[in-house]
């Protein structure tokens, strides 16, 4: 059974840095194949990918933030990290991780996601 | 950057077909996942690879890519199936998904 949870602060300040965790179980990211995805919806909004690792470390990030994110993999705690750095009130959303398959290219299991609300 | 265009809305009788469209520049070419999202819930995939369903999905979600535009067909529509959906497509090594569109069945 493959379940991911995310996990990070509620409340940031404008401006700093933002980091998220995303824990999974029932699969390996070192496994050929895995990757793990986080993507966010600001309320009454449409889904915004953010950024993609998969199990031989290649990364990918949205164009429009890709100055801003960074994501890791930690195979060993079963992890995967982003950071989104210079927190802007419009970057109020909830953030989700999803597992991906690279050949169904479809994130097929999706965290339950955490609200993150930026404001001073 | 790549993009998807996605009806605002689709509205449907009970029992009867939705067609929820996604287009984009020569999508045909390229894979699309459908996601179901219901009120407060996360997101569902419900189409990859055009056209596959994941298991556990109903029969009655189906889906097609040609040209310009991808297709989720949904027959027999019930009451549950009113949702958001989301389209996604993978461009130019990155993921991206559509406006979403709501469909409410009356």
């Known amino acids: 059974q493959i379940t991911l949870k995310e996990s990070g602060p ?52 949205s164009p429009s933030l890709t100055s801003r994110l960074t994501i890791t993999k930690d195979t060993s705690k079963n992890q995967v990290v982003l950071i989104m750095t210079n927190m ?33 | 950057s790549y993009e998807l265009t996605q009806p605002p809305s689709v509205s449907v009788s009970p029992g009867q077909t939705a067609s929820i469209t996604c287009s984009g520049d020569k999508l045909g ?24 369903r994941p298991s556990g ?9 040609s040209g310009n535009t991808a297709t989720l067909t949904i027959s027999g529509t019930q009451a549950l199936d009113e949702a958001d959906y989301y389209c996604q497509a993978w461009d130019s090594n990155a993921v991206v998904f559509g406006g979403g569109t709501k469909l409410t069945v009356l």
């Open chain 1, 10 to 61: 509620t409340l940031v300040k404008p401006t700093q840095t933002l980091t998220l965790t995303c824990t999974f179980s029932g699969f390996s990211i070192s496994t050929s194949g895995v990757g793990v995805g986080w993507i966010r919806q600001s309320p009454g909004k449409a889904l915004e990918w953010l950024a993609l690792i998969y199990w031989l470390d290649d990364k990918y990030y």
């Open chain 2, 29 to 52: 070419e390229k894979y699309a996942s459908w996601y179901q999202q219901r009120p407060g819930q996360t997101p569902l995939l419900v189409i990859y690879q055009d056209s596959q």
């Open chain 2, 57 to 65: 999905i109903p029969e009655r979600f189906s889906g097609s890519n």
């Open chain 1, 88 to 120: 802007d009130p419009v970057d109020t959303a909830t953030y989700y991780c999803a597992h991906r398959d690279k050949a169904r290219q479809g994130f097929d299991y999706w965290g339950q996601g955490t609200l993150v609300t930026v404001s001073s």
